[in-house]
């Protein structure tokens, strides 16, 4: 089943702890995506992806890093976590990455920062 | 750059009535347009998207959208609600600029009632 997975599906951990949130995509998408949900804001882009070692920031990448060492995998790392990166984080790929092509999304990870 | 206003955080329906969700957005270039739906604990699912030619698109689930350049417009609407409709519902827009560059709308959630 052609899918995006990611891990953990829920997290509350504490400031300051390093943690990192997988994404892989069994689709050979080119395209990965990281993005932020909170409510009344819609979904944000935190960082996109265009192919392996090729990563770029979106719309909101303070305080966040990530790294495509393989095409499947897409983590998202937060080395000094605070309490406003609370919130509902989605990962998404698609085949190339062009404007026409739909995202396809995990199931999204909660993450509560205290 | 773009943007995307939905209006109406919330909309209460009735089942079997219309459903109409709006959605208007600015762009300097011609628009890509998608509508996703998220299920509660769910990723975002493609409901619907318009890229060119015909400016009526219909989805997935009985849903349909019209693409009106002179009212920078993307109304969502479907006929007659099901319970399983209820969800939040976003439309996003992207330009063929943008390598997989989505901005999305802040969201509307939808109540179906018996």
């Known amino acids: 089943e052609a899918q995006v997975t990611q891990n953990p599906r829920y997290l509350i951990t504490v400031t300051g702890k390093k943690l990192t949130v997988t994404c892989s995509q069994n689709m050979n998408h080119e395209y990965m995506s990281w993005y932020r949900q909170d409510p009344g804001l819609g979904l944000r882009q935190i960082y996109y992806?265009?192919?392996?070692?090729?990563?770029d920031k979106g719309d909101v990448p303070e305080g966040y890093k990530v790294s495509r060492k393989e095409k499947r995998n897409f983590p998202l790392i937060l080395e000094s976590p605070s309490p406003n990166q609370t919130s509902l984080y989605f990962c998404a790929s698609s085949l190339s990455g062009t404007a026409t092509q739909a995202q396809h999304f995990g199931d999204g990870t909660r993450l509560s920062i205290l | 750059a773009q943007s995307v206003t939905q209006l109406g955080s919330h909309v209460s329906v009735s089942e079997g009535a219309l459903v109409l969700l709006r959605c208007n957005y600015s762009s300097s270039v011609p628009p890509y347009l998608f509508w996703y739906v998220q299920y509660p604990n769910q990723g975002l699912q493609l409901l619907l998207k318009y890229t060119t030619g015909a400016t009526l698109v219909k989805g997935i689930n009985g849903f349909e959208a019209e693409f009106k350049k002179s009212e920078t417009s993307f109304h969502l609407t479907k006929p007659s609600a099901h319970m399983s409709d209820a969800a939040e519902y976003f439309c996003?827009?992207?330009?063929?600029?943008?390598?997989?560059?989505?901005?999305f709308g802040a969201g509307t959630q939808v109540v179906v009632t018996p």
């Open positions: 992806s265009m192919n392996v070692e090729v990563t």
């Open positions: 996003a827009v992207s330009e063929s600029d943008s390598w997989g560059k989505l901005q």
